[in-house]
C-alpha cells in the first residue's frame, strides 16, 4: 500500500497535491483502465525515493529554522574558591576566610545583527531543501514521463512492423504461385519466405524493445501499472506551457531552482560578517558561601567583546563574503543564460520533430506503402520480385524512421513539458 503524505501548509492544497491524492484514490482502478502519460507522471512523485528524502531535508532545514536565531544555554558553573593547599589548614574550606563555596551562571548574548544574519542563514536553508525537493519532483515526473513515451514509442514500432505482415503473406502466395504456374522461379520463391522471416526477426525484436521500456516505467510507477495498456498519446503538438513562458521566467525551472537560495545563502554570510563588527555581550553572575559567621559574597561581571583589529579581521571577513556573493550572481547569470539556450534548443528541436512526423504521417508513410503496393501487384502481374523487395525494404525503414521521430517528439515535449512547477505554469 502506498502512503502519502502531504507537506503543504495552510487552508489550501496546492494543485500537485491535490493531483496526486486524486492519482492515488484511483490507483485500484489504473490495472484495468489505459494508463496515460500524466498518470504515469503523477504516481512516479508518490513512490520516489528522492522525493521522500526531499521532505525528510525540508522537515530537517524548518527545525534548523525554528532554533536559529536564539541565544545559546546558559552555563552553570560552582566550585570553591581561595581554597588552601598549603600549612595547617590545607584543603580546609573554614581555614581560611577568603575561601568561598560558589555557584553561578554565565550567559553569552550575541548582538541582534548575528541573530538575525543566522536567521537569514537558516530561511535560506529552508528554501535550498524546499528548492531540492521540487527539483527531485519535476526531475521524476520528466523521468517517468520519458519512460511512458518510450514504451508507447516501443509499442508503436511493432505495429507499424506488425502492418506488414499481410503482404508479406500476399508475397509469398503469389510467388509459390507463379512458381506452380511456370512462370516463377525457386529464388522468388526463396527471397519472399527470406522476407518473412527477416521480418519475424525484427517484430522479435521490436516485442523485446516492449519489454525492455516497461522494465525502465516499472522502475518509477511499479510493476502492477506498468503492465496496464497505455492510453493514447498526449498531443504533442501542444505544450502544457507557453514557448513564450518557458524563455520568460528560466529561473523558475527544474535546473535554476536552487540557485535563489544559494544566492540568499551568500547574503546571510555577508550579513553574518558584517555582524561582526558588532559587539557580542556575556553576563557572569556568582554567589558565594564563605565559612560560618563570616558574610556571603556574590559576583557580576559584564564582559563584552572588542573588535579593536578589525582593518585586519572582520573588515576581509566582509570583503571575501562579498565577493563570495558576487561570484554566485556571475554564476547565476551564467546558468541563467544556459538554461535559455538549453530551452530555445529544446523548442527547435521539438518543432522540427513535429514537421518531421507530420511530414512523415501525411506524405512519406503514403508514398512507401503505395511503392510496396504498387511493386507488389506488378510482381503478381509478372514483373520481378526485386522492386518489390526493394521498396519493402525501404518502407519498413522509413516506418521506423517514423517510431523514431515519435519518440524524440515526445521526448522533448516531455522535457519542456516538466521543466515549471504547476504553480508557476
Known sequence: MSVFRCRCRGPVFPLSCV???????????????????????????????????????????????????????????????????????????????????????????????????????????EAAANAETEQARLN???????????????????DQIEGLERQNALAIVAAKARLAGGTGSAADALAAD??????ANRLDAANAAVESARAALV?????????????ASPDFARLPVSAARLLEIPDQQAPLLGWASREDRAEAALQGARASRHPDWSVDFSYGARAPGLPSMVMLQVGVRLPLFAADREDQDILARRADLEAVRAER??????????????????????????????????????RSAAALAAYRGGASLQPWLEARRDEIATRLDYVGALRAWGDTWAELAYLLPEDAR
Not at 25 to 52: E, M, S
Not at 350 to 366: C, F, I, N, P, S
Open 333 to 370: 547569470e551564467d546558468a541563467r543564460r544556459a538554461q535559455v539556450e538549453v530551452v530555445q534548443r529544446l523548442l527547435a528541436t521539438w518543432q522540427g520533430y513535429g514537421r518531421q512526423v507530420r511530414r512523415d504521417r501525411e506524405t512519406l508513410l503514403v508514398l512507401a506503402a503505395d
Open 140 to 158: 521524476t515526473r520528466q523521468a517517468a514521463a520519458a519512460a511512458w513515451v518510450s514504451l508507447w514509442a516501443a509499442g508503436q514500432a511493432r
Open 194 to 199: 527470406a522476407a518473412q522471416a527477416e521480418l
Open 219 to 231: 522502475r518509477w510507477i511499479g510493476s502492477e501499472a506498468a503492465r496496464a495498456d497505455l492510453a
Open 19 to 125: 493531483t496526486v491524492l486524486l492519482a492515488l484514490l484511483a490507483f485500484p482502478a489504473l490495472a484495468a483502465a489505459p494508463l496515460t502519460l500524466q498518470q504515469a507522471a503523477v504516481l512516479a512523485v508518490a513512490r520516489a525515493p528522492l522525493v521522500r528524502a526531499g521532505h525528510a531535508r525540508e522537515d530537517a532545514a524548518r527545525a534548523d529554522r525554528e532554533r536559529a536565531g536564539r541565544w545559546p544555554d546558559p552555563h552553570l558553573v560552582f566550585g570553591v574558591q581561595n581554597l588552601p593547599v598549603q600549612g595547617p589548614g590545607a584543603f580546609s574550606t573554614a581555614a581560611d576566610a577568603m575561601t568561598m563555596r560558589t555557584v553561578g551562571f554565565s550567559q553569552a548574548i550575541p548582538s541582534g545583527a548575528r541573530l538575525a544574519a543566522e536567521r537569514a542563514g537558516a530561511r535560506a536553508g
